[in-house]
């Protein structure tokens, strides 16, 4: 059963995720990624990755190439829920800012886990209403 | 006497809304508002509507035509208070962003209803600062 | 040791902040910066200004220069943490709209206080990566 304290921390780390991509403060993702966490960008054609270094070779890859005008990269709407088998799951919205001003709207749906450090997320999957999304520059492949 | 548990869950309700209209999951619109609502679209014209299907029916002809361009809507800056009677209040943000990248702010006047569900917005009155706000296509008359 | 609850209160802090910047409610400043808050525009080439009165003032003129287009101003992503020294800060960012539909992407990195009152931000000191922040149009110097 999550309380208003659960769901207040996971704010913390949902909130806490875009500083760190704003700062390439990679060797942080442990604050908000489960060592085994799944990124699941299959949404833009790849294949999800799994794993820190994955996350962050895929974050850092991305702000070089199709994102490397975001001046900031923003989170709104964190609704957290619980499915009735236990699964603890946040519904949330991010905004890319581009250095022309262009806002990018996108939605995180993302599974948390309990860990000994506290909440962290365990797989985010991305999506996006956006139309120009799925011809955003596609990443290569991650090795 | 508002308890940060009952912000919090204020927190989760207006969060939600932004996806709910996202996704056009106007059949659990009754977990925002509550049963006699009234959302108050004064500002652009419009008569205030009552009740979930005349809501529903104001923001599923709204996303066909002014806003059917519209990528995403984002919620932001949630404070919550209480008047001197015991009302409930909350003063909130929002941005629609567009396919072309355009972001719309607006302000969300709510009043909040404890209802036997949990919270709930009782009244919405959307404001905006936007110069281009009081031109938007207005919206036909709700039936 | 930051409970929840403080954490929640300071996001009522921070969250209510932009609508006293859009609505201008200078009288009401103090709910959220302590008397001698230091407000630390540095990154535009700006001295911090001490106090309520300057903060309002510096804010105002903002508004009515550099900003005069701006249809909201938007915050997003509070992440609140304790130092080992007992500091309690916050990471946030903001948005800010203009009448053209741009978003200028900022970060807020604050120090708060504890206060008879309340949690208050004691310290602002906002940065920017928008490469064209540096050249926004400078304020004169606060009198």
């Given at each position: 059963?999550?309380?208003?304290d659960?769901?207040?921390e ?15 403060d ?12 799944v ?19 895929l ?66 999957t991305?999506?996006?209403?956006d ?13």
């Amino acid at each position: 059963m999550l309380t208003a304290d659960d769901i207040m921390e996971i704010h913390q780390v949902l909130n806490r995720y875009h500083h760190l991509v704003d700062n390439h403060d990679w060797n942080a993702l442990g604050q908000i990624f489960s060592e085994d966490a799944v990124y699941d960008l299959s949404y833009r054609g790849h294949e999800p990755v799994e794993g820190l270094d994955a996350i962050a070779s895929l974050m850092a890859r991305s702000l070089e190439t199709e994102f490397n005008t975001q001046t900031g990269q923003h989170g709104t709407n964190i609704f957290v829920f619980e499915d009735s088998d236990g699964t603890v799951r946040s519904e949330a919205k991010t905004l890319t800012i581009l250095a022309d001003g262009r806002a990018l709207s996108a939605d995180y749906h993302d599974i948390l886990t309990r860990t000994e450090s506290g909440w962290r997320i365990c797989r985010r999957t991305p999506s996006s209403r956006d139309p120009s999304a799925a011809s955003w520059t596609k990443l290569s492949p991650s090795s």
